[in-house]
């Protein structure tokens, strides 16, 4: 089970280094997720804006910068003083994608996260460096040589991040279909869906997604005897229902309701071992939010 959750923190700060896995420009979402059997609760409030600047006819350098500011409040009985419950983190990144041969496209991006309670003096650990390259094979558009052929798109590449300090990148795969005028399907990490088009403004969709967070603890938290909680995590597998309307072209609402399928909180030493599960009960949530797509 330890490997499976260091494998799925080392996905979720490496979904934020994905540029080929999304299509959205900029965002503002708010996520709440209520604690079973626990007056505990985490709350999200999270944006990002990718700004594509044309070099050549099919190559775009895309500065980026996303923000997050975590309010974690902790009000059960725990082994460790609980005064700071504010997390945040700020990521600067950099991509850049130009097209191939045979419809395929190639995408590079490294970004620098600062990820801290920001209690105390700065320290190394705030810092989080990611990459990952990535090549699409894009068949979403007409196609004059065969025009009765289901739009689909597949994505292949390699991610890495400094967050479990594991010296290797992990594989990403991504592929989408649609089956049907109305009905299309994502399979991959960090999501995975199936969507319905209820009309030309709306749709709807059922998914199974990865979501968290990762931030360094300056002041280190002593939890004898179990050891010395350097740092803190959230790792979450959700699934459920969302809906999105499309109020101008490109410019979207959506809201998300669904319940976790894995749900761990805990603090980690500076080796990544566990030193305290603070939370680890499944609970329903909801996401809400508005982005702009290309």
Known sequence: MKKYIVVLSVLLTMSGVVCAQTTDLARIEYTYFPQDQSENSFARFRTFVNVPIKLSEDGYL???????????????????????????????????????????RYAAKVGLKIASDFEGDASSDDYIYEGAVYFIKDKTGPDEKNPSMKPWRLILGLAYSTT?????????????????????????????????????????????????????????????????????????????????YEFVDHLLFYVYFGHTIVNDIRLRDGNGDDVYTI???NNFYGRTGIKVKI
């Open 164 to 244: 479990a300090g594991r010296p290797f990148p992990l594989p990403i795969i991504n592929y989408y279909r649609e089956f049907h005028p109305d009905w299309s399907f994502s399979a991959g990490i960090p999501k995975s869906n199936i969507k319905y088009k209820l009309n030309e403004k709306s749709a709807l969709q059922a998914f199974v997604t990865l979501d968290g967070f990762f931030a360094n603890i300056r002041n280190n938290v002593n939890v004898a005897p179990q050891g010395i909680g350097e740092n803190i995590s959230m790792t979450t597998v959700l699934s459920g229902l969302g809906y999105e």
């Open 279 to 281: 939370n680890d009960q």
């Open 62 to 104: 895309i500065p980026g910068f996303e923000y997050r500011n975590i309010n974690l409040k902790l009000r059960d009985e725990l082994p460790f003083p609980t005064d700071n419950e504010r997390f945040q983190s700020f990521t600067p990144s950099l991509g850049y994608t130009n097209k191939m041969k045979n419809d395929w």
